[in-house]
């Protein structure tokens, strides 16, 4: 598989760990679906995964604990986006 295409799966199945951990780090609470935080997860572990591997940190012996802070981080700005977003509507 190309590179692209494994970060993507990974990412998203990333996003089961960090979607929920990103939601646990925001203040408040956040009016989403847990569909819809795996997704902001996923979406922020990529974002953070590409953060990474252009700043270098991905190339590290052992566990990638920055490159997991990076994505973490992320995934609590697209979550709280995502929860801004549907503030308004109605949880299904």
């Given at each position: 598989?190309?590179?692209?295409?494994?970060?993507?799966?990974?990412?998203?199945?990333?996003?089961?760990?960090?979607?929920?951990?990103?939601?646990?780090?925001?203040?408040?609470?956040?009016?989403?679906?847990?569909?819809?935080?795996?997704?902001?997860?996923?979406?922020?572990?990529?974002?953070?995964?590409?953060?990474?591997?252009?700043?270098?940190?991905?190339?590290?012996?052992?566990?990638?604990w920055?490159?997991?802070?990076?994505?973490?981080?992320?995934?609590?700005?697209?979550?709280?986006?995502?929860?801004?977003?549907?503030?308004?509507?109605?949880?299904?």
């Amino acid at each position: 598989m190309g590179f692209w295409v494994w970060m993507i799966i990974v990412s998203l199945i990333a996003g089961i760990i960090f979607g929920p951990l990103a939601r646990l780090v925001l203040p408040g609470k956040q009016n989403i679906s847990l569909g819809w935080t795996i997704l902001g997860g996923g979406i922020g572990a990529f974002l953070g995964g590409l953060i990474a591997y252009f700043l270098g940190v991905k190339d590290t012996s052992g566990p990638d604990w920055i490159q997991y802070l990076i994505q973490i981080v992320c995934a609590a700005i697209v979550v709280a986006v995502i929860s801004s977003r549907n503030s308004g509507r109605a949880r299904v």
